[in-house]
């Protein structure tokens, strides 16, 4: 049986949203807020950090009517665009489709943290020396990273169409 694109779509992005609320919820109930779980030596770190801000915590210092519109308002708005131009367009390949619907599922994954809990749960973070470190991250944050990664690709190396002359 054939998935319908629109039903692959909604899917996609179910999924990406199901996967980072689960990590959360076991991050929550297993991380303590102050605790350090060294995973992989100093590498590969597991911690529990609540942002109330964006990326890197950037703006958790912002007055709460900025908050409320740069952290909830307009991500809500892109991402309910994001998602009718998922559906709507028709002309994407399926790499941008799948890269488009990653950066969608995890975007709502860490508005929905947002709205219910007032910031979202981070957890990993990567040290591979001291100049070369991530900030802490969370599953939603990877699925967008992995979606801008996919487009990027798929804009700097297009895949030739077979046409006929």
């Known amino acids: 049986m054939k998935l319908s694109r629109t039903a692959g779509i909604i899917l996609l992005i179910a999924f990406n949203i199901a996967i980072d609320q689960i990590s959360k919820?076991?991050?929550?109930?297993?991380?303590d807020p102050n605790e350090r779980i060294n995973v992989i030596g100093d590498f590969f770190i597991m911690m529990n950090v609540e942002n109330t801000g964006a990326f890197l915590g950037m703006g958790s210092d912002m007055n709460p009517t900025l908050k409320l519109i740069f952290l909830l308002v307009l991500p809500i708005g892109v991402l309910g665009y994001l998602?009718?131009?998922?559906l709507k367009t028709k002309s994407l390949d399926r790499l941008?489709?799948?890269?488009l619907s990653c950066i969608a599922g995890g975007g709502v994954a860490n508005v929905f943290d947002r709205i219910v809990y007032g910031s979202v749960t981070d957890f990993f973070y990567l040290h591979?020396?001291?100049?070369?470190?991530?900030g802490i991250f969370n599953v939603a944050d990877m699925s967008v990273t992995?979606?801008?990664i996919v487009l990027l690709l798929t804009?700097?190396?297009?895949?030739?169409k077979n046409t006929l002359e």
Do not use: C, E, Q
């Open 25 to 31: 919820i076991m991050a929550r109930a297993n991380i």
């Open 83 to 86: 998602i009718y131009y998922i």
């Open 96 to 99: 941008s489709l799948i890269a």
């Open 128 to 134: 591979i020396n001291d100049t070369l470190r991530t």
């Open 146 to 148: 992995f979606g801008m």
């Open 155 to 160: 804009t700097l190396f297009p895949k030739k």
